[in-house]
């Protein structure tokens, strides 16, 4: 299959060093509010890469809180991003707002954080995700659908008219950024890309080559 006949033209404004904010986690709101109105499907869609044995592995989640701590997404620990991140605690993220000709790639150190703050946001969750947490051993061999169905029947009695706790083996990861950088579509191939580097206590702003 031959997909070199996609080939869009990024006809957009141009990204220069003055037009960013002094730091990363700045920048991205501005530019999250941005994808946002433009009514890009699910903007706080990311893929988190991991290494296993030397190999990279990567997947998409969701992003749920975007702050000066870091960004903070939830897994299953016992999954296996969950304990590719437990045995090497590193991560890369990339976001893609295609609409925009827009994408951020982060990379950084990863901390689990605490287990009240992962209480208040499972909480939150639908009470339908909150029976699937404990539903699926993810990321394991089954043998049939059938089985995460019946697995997830039998907790919805057990949990009737009662609270769903979190699951001990669910929780949030936070990515702690050293690199933030901000790629912007331009025409000829010839991107925008500014890359924030962490240098002690300060944020160095570099222009790379597309």
């Known amino acids: 299959m031959d997909l070199g006949e996609y080939r869009l033209q990024y006809e957009t404004e141009g990204l220069a060093l003055h037009d960013v904010a002094p730091d990363p986690i700045d920048q991205f709101h501005d530019w999250f509010g941005a994808a946002e109105a433009a009514g890009v499907d699910e903007p706080n869609a990311v893929t988190v890469s991991t290494v296993v044995d030397g ?40 976001i893609l707002w295609n609409p925009l000709r827009r994408q951020v790639r982060v990379r950084g150190s990863v901390e ?49 008219g009662i609270e769903v706790p979190r699951p001990a083996r669910w929780g949030g990861v936070r990515v702690i950024p050293i690199e933030v950088e901000f790629w912007q579509g331009r025409p000829n191939r010839l991107h925008d890309r500014l890359r924030y580097r962490r240098a002690g206590d300060e944020w160095v702003i570099e222009r790379l080559a597309p």
Do not use: C, H, M
């Open 112 to 160: 689990l954080i605490d287990g009240d703050e992962a209480d208040r946001y499972f909480a939150t969750r639908p009470r339908g995700s909150q029976l699937g947490a404990w539903t699926s051993p993810q990321s394991t061999v089954i043998g049939d659908r059938s089985e995460l169905e019946a697995r997830y029947a039998a907790l919805e009695q057990e949990y009737e």
């Open 55 to 94: 190999w990279p592995d990567a997947r998409v989640v969701l992003l749920k809180v975007v702050d000066a701590r870091g960004l903070v997404f939830y897994t299953n620990f016992e999954s296996a991003k969950g304990r590719q991140l437990t045995e090497v605690p590193r991560a890369a993220l990339t």
